[in-house]
């Protein structure tokens, strides 16, 4: 099993800031697809992605027991 975290408006759109899914041996990308279609979330292509806060790209490939977080991009002024 994996723990994936959402920051900032993801949290909000899922309603959760962490669930627990099996996402081993998929890569990052086919983890994004997944998401969009269970939660119907369309902006995780512009987000960040770390998995075991180190970032990671969307070709990475998930192994058990990983944490993966999305992080989307942050403005301030």
Do not use: C, R, W
């Not at 806060?53 to 999305?70: K, P, T």
């Amino acid at each position: 099993m994996n723990k994936v975290l959402f920051f900032a408006h993801l949290k909000d759109a899922i309603g959760e800031e962490s669930v627990m899914m099996e996402a081993k041996g998929l890569m990052v990308a086919e983890l994004k697809q997944k998401l969009k279609s269970q939660y119907n979330i369309q902006s995780l292509d512009v987000v960040m992605t770390a998995i075991n806060e180190e970032f990671a790209s969307d070709e990475e490939l998930i192994q058990d027991g990983d944490v993966i977080a999305f992080i989307p991009p942050v403005s301030g002024g």
